[in-house]
């Protein structure tokens, strides 16, 4: 099992914009396929950036679960509606973790 950290930064003035698709769009489409969102950040020291951690089986299933959600038609017209001023991802990141043998159990 594995899980990925991402970090979505912004452009400016864009970060409620990108915060509302995602809650809006991305997190249904996600979803829907099957993709388990753990949890969502922000941070009041970074304004302008939007944390999310997901988790897959493999490192296989990650790559898969991302080729198809860019492929998605909803996902498609979701981000082209919601950039008509231009876009609203600046950058993104993502970490893979994977636990340490030592990781308390939850």
């Known amino acids: 099992m594995i899980h990925e950290f991402k970090t979505y930064r912004a452009t ?61 038609p909803e996902w498609k017209a979701a981000k082209a509606a919601s950039e008509t001023s231009g876009p609203l991802l600046a950058s993104q990141s993502t970490v893979y973790l994977q636990p340490t043998a030592f990781t308390p159990k939850a």
């Not at 698709?21 to 249904?28: Q, V």
């Not at 939007?50 to 959600?69: C, E, I, N, R």
């Open 12 to 72: 400016a003035g864009n970060t409620k914009a990108l915060i509302d698709r995602f809650e809006k769009f991305t997190l249904p489409i996600l979803t829907r396929m099957g993709v388990k969102v753990l949890h969502c950040w922000t941070a009041e020291a970074e304004p302008d950036a939007f944390f999310y951690m997901v988790q897959f089986d493999s490192l296989q299933a990650s790559k898969d679960a991302w080729a198809a959600f860019g492929a998605d």
